[in-house]
């Protein structure tokens, strides 16, 4: 089974999202290509690992998902880090507020497997009875979704600042055949970077991606862990945000994504 890496567009304190691959066909973390020392500092500073960054079209990708600029590079986080526990599901310290509101979303493109998958991603969110809602809309939107091509990443977002989500999923249009659950599945995992969540397994990658043990920053700027879920790295294997994903893999929120999002929204 194959699985990839998603990405991710951000705004000022950046963190991450994605989905990668784990068996013998899964392919290396990009090289550090383009990327100055200067610039790894910077990415560092934000609580993120620039182990495998890589230089992309108006900026860098790192931990395999997460798009950030120059602006956010040299960004100053809203709020200081803090560590509540040791427990596995993370946030950023920049969050979406104003609750109770709803979010609008917008596909831009005219896929239709993508956008399903936005509706079938809203549809998950809104069944939970959060004080976070989502609604689909033809013009505007708070988070547009836009179909790109030529891009190493499955799909890729941002996280919130000033108290709104973060404005764009880019979604790689070449995935439009995979499975329509695990594209659902994917969209949802961005729409949670958007929101402000980081990877389940921030601090054991490898744990959904395969290869050598990676830490994204478990007690860097933006890695705050939620109370109430699981304490071991390696005891949610179903989590909507596992850092990588296979096709034919469907992620519903299981019991403990639940009760981050419900801690949070």
């Given at each position: 089974m194959k699985k990839i890496m998603l990405s991710l567009s951000g705004s000022l304190l950046i963190l991450l999202a994605v989905s990668?691959?784990?068996?013998?066909?899964?392919?290396?973390?990009?090289?550090?290509?383009?990327?100055?020392?200067?610039?790894?500092?910077?990415?560092?500073?934000?609580?993120?690992?620039?182990?495998?960054?890589?230089?992309?079209?108006?900026?860098?990708?790192?931990?395999?998902?997460?798009?950030?600029?120059?602006?956010?590079?040299?960004?100053?986080?809203?709020?200081?880090?803090?560590?509540?526990?040791?427990?596995?599901?993370?946030?950023?310290?920049?969050?979406?507020?104003?609750?109770?509101?709803?979010?609008?979303?917008?596909?831009?493109?005219?896929?239709?497997?993508?956008?399903?998958?936005?509706?079938?991603?809203?549809a998950?969110?809104?069944?939970?009875?959060?004080?976070?809602?989502?609604?689909?809309?033809?013009?505007?939107?708070?988070?547009?979704?836009?179909?790109?091509?030529?891009?190493?990443?499955?799909?890729?977002a941002g996280f919130p600042s000033g108290g709104n989500p973060y404005n764009s999923i880019l979604f790689n249009t070449a995935y439009a055949v995979w499975n329509a659950n695990t594209l659902a599945s994917v969209m949802a995992h961005e729409m949670g970077h958007c929101i402000g969540m980081r990877h389940t397994d921030l601090a054991c990658r490898q744990y959904s991606c395969g290869g050598s043990p990676v830490n994204e920053g478990s007690g860097g700027v933006g890695a705050i862990h939620i109370p109430g879920t699981p304490t071991a790295c390696n005891a949610d294997p179903t989590?909507?945000?596992l850092a990588c994903i296979g096709n034919g893999v469907n992620r519903p929120f299981n019991a403990n994504d639940q009760v981050a999002l419900n801690f949070l929204y």
């Open positions: 990668c691959k784990k068996n013998a066909d899964v392919a290396a973390p990009a090289p550090e290509t383009g990327v100055s020392d200067a610039v790894k500092a910077k990415i560092s500073a934000l609580g993120l690992t620039a182990t495998g960054a890589y230089k992309t079209d108006g900026g860098y990708i790192v931990e395999g998902d997460i798009f950030l600029n120059d602006e956010m590079l040299n960004s100053t986080p809203e709020q200081s880090s803090f560590i509540v526990a040791g427990t596995e599901h993370y946030r950023t310290t920049n969050l979406v507020t104003g609750l109770p509101r709803t979010i609008t979303v917008r596909y831009s493109g005219t896929n239709t497997a993508i956008s399903n998958a936005v509706n079938a991603a809203i998950r969110y809104n069944a939970l009875g959060l004080l976070l809602r989502f609604s689909r809309v033809t013009t505007g939107g708070n988070i547009v979704v836009t179909g790109v091509s030529g891009v190493g990443y499955i799909a890729s989590s909507w945000m």
